[in-house]
């Protein structure tokens, strides 16, 4: 689907929108849990109805009404197929639990999450007894029982591998280590997995290498949970916001465990007065590409960087956040691990941007539309594996959204 969209008018205040990182995370806790489970997520989008089906065939009854999910216990199926979209976290969070749980199953990947890497947790699992067919297969194919013990980790991957460990090994018979090596990235996801184990009463207990996790223990429902406002959505309209559109986003928590709530920093690092700003994305990833929006409007060099894993996701985002900015008249010049950017408002103008399949470069190239006009986007409908109502509400905010098929 292509758009073109205009965001000069764009105006008013925006609710954030549920938090796609912690809903997952309250999900798949609420379906390991004995006991039922209501869980307030006022909007969906494709990974989480993603994870949402996977659960259902992995043996849990889980309805959705009126902003809810009501999940309960159903019986554990011996075999399943699940079909995980394109999203990273239900792939590399259920693959550990499905291992622990001794499920026999087929899982199904679309997009570029077959090339999207595994190891080094496919590794430890074998080594764990599990059985699967080999790393880069779709369907991927797993079998046998994952036992607990010693499990080693690099860091600097992904934080998925270690947050899949962390729900998966309260369910083994053994104890359990996960000893991380190498410099920890995204560590504020691994907290956010920990707060949502703490609320179904699951014991980790932090050591100097890693996390040690006891086994036989038992998920158990607190009731009724809701989930938090999206930073890494909200930055979006946050962004906006510092490229002069008069904007608002409501329901967002300044103490929350979301790494992405750094947004108004790196935005208020981006936009201060000088020649230079350094914008560490160890932390942030997922910022890069509206942040090098908001770069590329400013009198001044940014430089990006920590960012390489990027590279590695839905896109090869380093790659498309430059191909990005071209289009809109930038200069940027891709590095090793990021970016850097010179900014001149003046020099960007009206542009065409390949989506390239990947939601945060079309949201990233509409809000890219309040600085130099009409934005014609190949691929918006990208926006849904995150966002679906996004266009919606560019929309009624006052931007202007046409098709231009």
């Not at 039922?36 to 089906?53: F, G, H, V, Y």
């Not at 956010?192 to 158990?220: E, S």
């Not at 430089?303 to 809109?328: C, F, G, P, W």
Request: aromatic share 4%; net charge neutral.
């Amino acid at each position: 689907m292509k758009l073109t969209v205009n965001g000069k008018g764009l105006h008013g205040s925006i609710p954030a929108i549920a938090s796609k990182s912690m809903a997952h995370r309250l999900l798949i806790c609420a379906a390991l849990s004995g006991d039922p489970s209501q869980i307030r997520c006022e909007t969906l989008s494709d990974d989480i109805k993603a994870t949402a089906s996977c659960l259902r065939a992995l043996g849990c009854d889980l309805a959705y009404a009126g902003g809810t999910f009501y999940a309960s216990p159903a019986a554990r199926p011996e075999r399943a197929t699940v079909d995980c979209g394109e999203s990273g976290s239900t792939l590399r969070f259920l693959l550990p639990v499905v291992a622990a749980l001794g499920i026999s199953c087929r899982l199904d990947l679309h997009g570029r999450l077959p090339s999207r890497p595994l190891s080094p947790l496919y590794g430890e699992m074998v080594n764990h007894g599990a059985k699967m067919s080999p790393e880069g297969s779709n369907p991927l194919l797993l079998s046998g029982k994952m036992r607990g013990g010693t499990y080693t980790i690099r860091a600097d991957v992904s934080s998925q591998f270690i947050s899949g460990l962390l729900f998966a090994l309260p369910l083994c018979e053994e104890d359990s280590r996960i000893v991380l090596t190498g410099k920890r990235e995204s560590a504020s996801y691994i907290e956010m997995t920990l707060c949502a184990l703490r609320a179904y009463g699951i014991k980790v207990t932090a050591t100097p290498d890693g996390y040690a996790v006891p086994g036989k223990q038992k998920y158990r429902s607190p009731g009724t949970l809701t989930v938090e406002g999206d930073w890494s959505n909200g930055a979006f309209w946050l962004a906006a916001a510092s490229l002069g559109a008069p904007l608002t986003v409501t329901g967002l928590d300044p103490d929350s465990l979301q790494g992405d709530r750094k947004v108004a920093d790196a935005l208020r690092e981006i936009t201060k007065e000088g020649d230079r700003a350094m914008i560490d994305a160890q932390d942030i990833p997922d910022l890069v590409p509206i942040l090098s929006v908001v770069a590329a409007a400013q009198k001044k060099t940014t430089v990006i960087y920590n960012a390489a894993r990027l590279r590695l996701k839905e896109s090869d985002r380093i790659e498309t956040t430059a191909a990005l900015l071209k289009a809109i008249g930038a200069s940027v010049t891709q590095t090793e691990d990021g970016l850097r950017i010179k900014g001149d408002a003046a020099s960007l103008h009206s542009g065409k941007v390949d989506s390239a399949n990947d939601h945060r470069i079309a949201m990233a190239a509409a809000i890219a539309s309040v600085v130099c006009g009409s934005v014609e986007i190949d691929g918006a409908e990208a926006v849904n594996k995150s966002y679906p109502a996004f266009f919606e509400d560019f929309r009624k905010l006052g931007g202007i959204v046409a098709h231009s098929d």
